[in-house]
């Protein structure tokens, strides 16, 4: 079974310094990973996915297969960047299987 | 386009009573779901459907049913409500034909069962 944890409930900081949000998971095979973000009044959207390999809104995140972890982070953190955050599990391509295991979601807050 | 919607946007509803929540997507995407929304459990899937015609069961699936007459609506349908079903219930939708996997979300429907 596949299963996703993110073992900070809540997170605060301070404008500018940097954030990490944790993501570690379980499955045994090439999971895809991903990162959903729901500010204030707003859908639930796609942040970034392991595969892209890109930085989105300054965020990054890499999959380390070794240590089956999936972090986000973020170096120097707005206060735009509050939101509550949701790292997600999908088994790989391929599978046709590509529903969705969520963590239970981090809540960011930046102080100014 | 107006990509997902839902209604109602709230809802109180009396413990025993059936209620059907309406998902709508005008993607022409193939999948769909339903999560449950739940504050320390985060996102929990109750239904998926893969095509019209098919649904599957998610994680938590007991006293829930959908349906999938079309690519479009995938309604949610709880027959005999409970108040462990107050929750904010959110409906996505994917297109997995060519693999991509990113789903897409409305803006949920909260839901009180008293």
């Known amino acids: 079974a596949q299963r996703v944890t993110q073992p900070e409930k809540l997170l605060s900081v301070f404008k500018g310094a940097p954030v990490e949000l944790k993501c570690n998971y379980s499955y045994s095979g090439s999971p895809e990973l991903f990162w959903y973000v729901q500010y204030s009044r707003q859908r639930l959207q796609l942040l970034l996915r392991?595969?892209s390999r890109e930085s989105i809104k300054g965020f990054t995140a890499d999959l380390n297969k070794g240590e089956t972890s999936f972090h986000l982070k973020k170096p120097f953190a707005q206060e735009e960047d509050s939101a509550m955050y949701y790292c997600?599990?999908?088994?790989?391509?391929?599978?046709?299987?590509?529903?969705?295991?969520f963590g239970a979601g981090t809540t960011v807050t930046v102080r100014a | 386009t107006a990509g997902i919607t839902q209604a109602p946007t709230s809802q109180i509803l009396a413990a025993g009573r059936s209620m059907t929540l309406r998902c709508t997507q005008d993607m022409r995407h193939n999948a769909m779901y339903w999560y449950r929304q739940d504050l320390g459990l985060g996102l929990r899937l109750i239904h998926y459907?893969?095509?019209?015609?098919?649904?599957g069961k998610g994680e938590v699936p007991d006293g829930y049913s959908v349906s999938r007459a079309n690519t479009d609506d995938f309604p949610l349908t709880l027959a005999s409500a409970v108040p462990s079903q107050t929750s904010v219930y959110f409906c996505?939708?994917?297109?997995?034909?060519?693999?991509?996997?990113?789903?897409?979300f409305g803006p949920g429907t909260r839901l009180t069962v008293l």
């Open positions: 996505a939708s994917s297109d997995n034909s060519g693999g991509g996997n990113e789903q897409f």
């Open positions: 392991h595969i």
């Open positions: 459907s893969n095509t019209a015609g098919t649904t």
């Open positions: 997600a599990l999908s088994r790989g391509a391929g599978e046709y299987d590509y529903k969705l295991s």
